[in-house]
């Protein structure tokens, strides 16, 4: 199977390494990216939230991995549906639907094989339906303050690294912002000088994308 | 024709369970009604499932209102209500009121045989 290089080079070659170790692969990478930095999650969602980020999320990661053999067997429209149903169930905050929402949109829009530019235009049309299901926008002090300039660095033609660093930074940016939806709306201007957990747990899950993608 | 169904969803299922109490101290058994509260590990917060499943305990051929409070209660249950069969799904609605005094006043209207689009409307006047 052709795998594109980092950058645009071959954009109309298969993008993501798609043979059932590498699923399986990848499914573990984002499910430890958020795993192994639960007690962080829930330390900044106790500063601006009900503290449960963390938890909630590793409610359903969790039960993505124990199913791990199963999603690894199934195509990556597929795999990426079963995820995001997990999620929706097992989560139990907003988090749920919303990180849900994202991987069943991207399930929907990506074929079995995508290309760099598949995999643009179904991270922006997965970004779109996180939107409307949070009737939110960028600027909020949300999960999209990181997927918006990520995808936005990834369409663009940036190299994995530089995503990864957008996510990052993009995070660490959430700090200085007034939180305007969600639960951390509540604490108003108190709400400045925390990062956001939702937008910390997206950079998380996008840096081990973007390092699991790097490495294939 | 029946009543029009509501459903109570809170963070708290003691919260949900003592807003469920108040609505049948005013209507009795007139109005279908369900509740849930709690994650799926029984936490405070909301679970998709338990939401479909309260829909189902209080459905009514006339619709349900749903009363909900903080944010991933409205989200959950309106992810829910997308993925009911599609014959239900355009009688289910959320609605944008403070939930315990919303459902007394949604179970109120519906006692008195209103339509959904009418027992959401009443219970939305309570938000300004």
Known sequence: MAIAQDGMTRSSAAFLPLDADRKRRLIVAIANSVISHVDELTTLDAAIGDGDHGHNMKRGFDAALQDLDALSAMDLPDLLKAIGTKLVMKVGGASGPLYGTLFLALGKALPPEPSRSDAAAAFASAIAAVRARGKSNAGQKTM???LIPSCEAFSSGSDLAAVKKTAALSAEATASMRATRGRA????????????PGAK??????????DLLRDA | MANVGIVIVSHSPKVAEGAADMVRQMVGQEVPLAWTGGDPSGGLGTSLEAITDAIHRAWSE????LLVDLGGAETNS?????????EKRGRVVVCNAP????AVIAATEASGGATLATVRRTAEELSP
């Open chain 1, 185 to 196: 709306s509540f604490l108003g201007e108190r709400s400045i000088g925390h990062v956001d």
């Open chain 2, 99 to 102: 939930i315990i005094e919303g």
């Open chain 2, 62 to 65: 006339a619709g349900v209102a």
């Open chain 1, 201 to 210: 747990s997206s950079s998380l899950m996008i840096a081990a994308l973007c």
């Open chain 2, 78 to 86: 309106e992810m829910a209500i997308e993925m009911l069969a599609e």
């Open chain 1, 144 to 146: 999209l303050d990181v």
